[in-house]
């Protein structure tokens, strides 16, 4: 099969993937490099070699294992890293599924899966006092690290949000509300993300006004799918593939407001189109991704090293400048560039977080009688891509 | 006056700066078997195509009855052609090959079968009716590609070089069946070869090309016994060709061995064909040459000795095979002679 | 084909023991490559699309559950997957034989340059096509300027892009050279004399085309067809990138199983339904090709 650009977008939850444009060659070079010396020496890893050369191997998105390799790490502990990098968050679940359990030692869930994952066995409660960056975090993701049950599933690392961009060349007056996306004026100028969880968790607010809409009833689902059609059938030019082709849908003058990502702001920007971010009353889904430890890791020791890297002021810096993205390490904002930090608003991230709301779970495996569940969730979807 | 059925008017063929054939003007009778003889790559591939209506002329005029068909294509003119490597079709059976044009012209089924049966019967191939084309022998694809033209009843049939592929038994018997078949149902036929005796066996008329020029044109045995040039005399059948001088009418063969010939002064060629030349020290010829015999070769019925003159040039002679074991050993000197009128002279150019 | 295979094998005259022996280690790599890459992970695939996937676990068995949630859930999509690459593969057999008929018989050394560029588009890789045939179809592309240039538009034409003529357009111009290979490779077999005879026997060109030319490359023009027609259906990229919006193709779907609702064997019996169908259209395709070409 060839490699398919949907799936970048396929899953909004960790949207840092379809930063290939921002991403350094050297970061993907040094992933192919990695992936071979694994397929050679991953037979010995756990053998004789005990003091040898240290194997971590990371399954997540693109550009994540960038932080690693910040400063002289990985030499210190004289270790390296095996990287798999993945196109939806469901290929951690199945690596972690087909025999990853004992090789894989560090992935990336979004904060909503990793509850879930950890009640699947995939992933291990974190201890977060071995993380001396731990302390760093932002109050805010502190507090969201140990939202379910007072445990620590993901250390927050990145954020950033479903965006509603506009290009003010093209609109009359600057959008308020996701409604904007059905006036006749637009018709066959807006785009929907190609992401089930996006399109629901930000049009179910849109259509029933729910507050979680992690928490549906089945009559609200399908005001929900109904919604979705209604802008599919009558008002979307494109569900772009990924969010690359969002972005390009923007540049190319195809539409006038997307359901976009912060990054393509200035991912236009370079492209010489400037687009502007919304503010819909209704509010938006805010991706907040994770680091966690599968279950049974190799390097158990390590890997809690691993993560006090990447959470440190420089790595954490490095990564929010290079790929646009917002950081949790509250020390490492000073070294943004103002571009970066004026698409998150730091100086005021409550009102950023009022407006990008994070959820604190998926939705149940098993439906409470009540709401519906995930499976319920993704029939529903596919009715409205079959529609 | 009814003029020629087909005539050919200062008609040319260029490739870019290679000229295939250069203006040539024929004129072929009715009922004509006529044969354009040449060796390979000398154009008759090319001139014949261009009467078919394969290869547009670069010039020149194609008359059919009087009627201009130089700017039509190949379907709407009344020549058929079998190709040189036949082009049959062979997802189809020798049946469905020959009834294809017939089918074409929507004749009913009855006429139709009708007229398939009477040319597989022409061409002695109706136990082969049903076979596809691979699974039929050259001769018998040869005999399909013919009925496959005849059945059109077409006012000329152009042939090209039909025989080639067929090994020397099979191609002496349809020399016999091609005869045969032109007496039966008349028609003008127009035959390529490259092999001489092939055509003096079939044709009434016969046009040499050389060079993509006709350099002669006549009947078989006319231009046999009287060829235009060298090339001719040396193509067409067998023949000794010597190179010599005319000082005052006078042609010196060798030394001691003079022609007389009127003339101007110049290069010419002696001709004389092995079968004129006799042979024995006793031969009681007007012109007589020493030689050494230095080679025989036996034909079968006839063979040649190859003799060598002092000068180097060497001859061929014709003798009976029966005769063969009376003569002298190889290497002896032998004389060679032949009656005054049976050589010819030709100027060379 | 596996019955030539069989056919060649048992064709093979075994006059000695040890040439059998030798014939069999010689092809013994093959057979193995054979079973390892393509019997093997179908039957695998096989056998669990008749299990059934609850929650986190897939449960072994014999249940048509799959089979039936294909045709009653799924039936749309599939149905418009065959429709969009049955009319693909019917365009790009069509453009193919075409441009293979001129290349071959009416454009000389000309016709070797062309049939080259176009197999160099091959190297160009499948997403680049797409992506230029977006700058060509938008709404600012190539298309409408120039449209407007010349006074034809006033208004860039939206209906160039984001729909099934898009896929039709996208999908030929990808699939083309491969249409061309197998028909251009038959009609090299083909001799010019054959067209030269048809037509000196009265056949007008498009006649003779269809009399001599076309019966005789019929497994060609199969393959073709069945080589596009495949492609397009187990295609879901191209719908996705210049497709209507969520018109979501068959494909689209089994990778959903497969990975977001990590459902195999729904995601094997929606394989499994697809390639049967496809081949079930192929066989009924093949039927008609050679009846409406067969000699006559
Ligand atoms: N299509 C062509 N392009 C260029 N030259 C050609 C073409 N066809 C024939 N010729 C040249 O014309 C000459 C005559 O060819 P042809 O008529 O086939 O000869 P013949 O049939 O007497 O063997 C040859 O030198 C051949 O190379
Ligand atoms: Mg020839």
Redesign the interface.
Known sequence: MRSFPQDHARRAASPAEAMAGALSRRSLLGGAAAALAAGVLGGFQQSAYADALKHVSFVGWEGYDAGFHVGNFLAKHNATVDTTYINASEDMITKLRSGGMGIVDLTTFNQMYAPLMAEAGLIVPLKTDRLTNFNELLPKFKQMAFQSHGQCFGVPFTFSSCALLYNPKMVSAAPTSWKDFLKPEYKGKVALFSDALTNILVWAPVATGVKDPTLLTPDQLDQTIQLLITLKKDHVRAMPASLGDGADLLTRGEVAMIMGWEPMVLWCKAKGVDVSIAQPVEGTWGFVDTFNIAKQAPNLDLDYLFIDQVMSVDAQAKFGNDNFLGVTNGDAIAKLTPEVKALYGFDNLDAYFAHAHVYPRMYPAQSDGAHVSYEQVLDAYERFLKA | MVGPLLELRGLAKRYGAHTAVHPTSLAIEKNDFFAILGPSGCGKTTLLRMIGGFVPPSEGRILVAGADVTRLPPERRPTGMVFQNYGLFPHMTARQNIAYGLRLRRTARRDLDRAVDEMLALVHLEAFADRLVPQLSGGQRQRVALARALILKPQVLLLDEPLAALDLKLRKAMHRELRQIHQAIGGTFILVSHDQTEVMTLANRVAVMNGGKVVQQGAPRDIYTRPADAFVSAFVGEANILPANRLRGVIELAPGTVLADPGPDQPVNVVIRPEQIQFGPGAETAIRLQARMVDAIFLGPFSHLRCELATGASLLVQIDSNDLNRMPALGSNVTLGWQAGNHLVLDQA | MPENLATKLTATPSPDGRSRIATIVLLLPAFLVFLGLFVAPLSFFFVQSFWKAS??SIVPGFYLDNYIEVFT??S??LLRTLDIAFLVATVTTILGFLFAYAVRFSLGSLGNVLLLTALTTLFGG??VKIYAW??IL????ILNSALIRLGLIRQPL?IL??NTGAVVVTLTHYLLPLAILPIYGALREV?E????????????GG?AMR??VL??IRPALLASFGLCFLLAAGD??TP??VGS??R?MFG??I??QF????NTPEGAAMSFTLIAASLALLCVVGFVINRVFR??
């Open positions: 929650i986190f859930q799924y749309g999509p499948y997403l977006l700058t938008g709404v600012d592309g939206q892009l984001y001799d004399t054959e067209l030269a005879a048809a037509r000196d026997m009265g056949a007008s006649r009399d001599i019966p005789q879901y990229v996705a990138l919006p969520g979501a689209n779907f990778q959903e990975s977001l609702r990590m000699a006559r």
